[in-house]
């Protein structure tokens, strides 16, 4: 665990019959935009209409001030919010200016972290929202109609690797959380879809971090293998159920790992 977490603020004991730091409660109606809200989201609206990619050029400031009338101030504002949201990228220096961004759910897991936070929500919590987050989305994978997409996603993980060969913590994540974003990309629901990964993009962002998850290789590559063939062959409630077990199973494997930290709240990281 690293020094960040030693000293993160942990909720009181007594499980969900706690109060939380701040109570989640709807509003009603929402503030109206500021002016550099409304150029954020212009500058969004104009990057679909564009049909623009992940890294190609956006306009340039002075041609950003003429089209959306404002400020240089407010564009420069608009501008920054995208970025924190890693919607855009902001390139200094000559030849510099904004690019498109990524669509992760890791960035709208940051801001959701917030609020998680400010309402009390524990790690523990966040896990017990894994394993229905990814169940939802192997039951959903497994309904997708396209079967020739889903065999094909599905193919690389439907066999246990018979190899094993030393790799860094970084590598061993990455490789088997792309399980993870294929069996996402089969929903045909694109709210669904970001929803829902963002769960697995905290958890892997603020716990795998400081855990080995190495040490689990081969129940991770076991199960991952048994939910692919199930969605593969459109099982719907069996790919729900085995990943279910799986999730709770690597719970288990990083509550081993992290100990009390499971009952800290979530940080914003």
């Known amino acids: 665990m690293n020094a960040r977490a030693s000293t993160a603020r942990t909720a009181p004991a007594g499980g969900s019959a706690r ?33 623009l990619k992940e890294g190609e050029r956006l306009p340039g400031e002075a041609a950003m001030l003429e089209q959306y009338s404002v400020s240089r ?15 855009i990228a902001l390139r200094r220096g000559p030849g510099g200016g904004p ?36 169940s939802t989305l192997a039951e959903l994978a497994a309904k997708n109609p396209d079967r020739d997409r889903v065999r094909a996603a599905m193919a690389p993980y439907v066999n246990v690797p018979t190899d094993s060969h030393d790799v860094s913590v970084d590598e061993f994540v990455a490789t088997h959380g792309q399980f993870h974003v294929e069996l996402a990309s089969l929903i045909r629901n694109k709210v669904l879809q970001l929803s829902l990964m963002v769960m697995g993009s905290i958890i892997t962002h603020h716990i795998v971090i400081n855990a080995d998850p190495r040490k689990a290789q081969r129940e ?13 062959a459109g099982h719907v409630n069996k790919a729900r159920d085995v ?18 930290q499971m009952n800290d709240y979530i940080e914003w990281r």
């Open 19 to 51: 109060s939380p730091r701040l109570a989640i409660r709807a509003h009603g109606a929402l503030r109206p935009l500021k002016t550099s809200e409304s150029v954020a989201r212009d500058i969004v609206h104009d990057i679909v209409e564009a049909g």
């Open 73 to 87: 101030e407010s564009l420069r504002e608009g501008l920054r919010l995208l970025e924190v949201q890693g919607l």
């Open 99 to 134: 690019i498109v961004g990524a669509v992760d759910p890791a960035n709208l897991g940051r801001v959701s972290s917030l609020y998680y936070h400010l309402a009390g929500a524990t790690y523990g919590e966040l896990f017990d929202a894994w394993v229905v987050a990814e």
């Open 220 to 232: 991770i590559e076991h199960d991952h293998a048994e939910v692919a063939r199930a969605v593969s």
């Open 243 to 260: 990943m279910g077990r799986h999730i709770h199973t690597v719970t288990e494997f990083y509550r081993g790992q992290i100990g009390a």
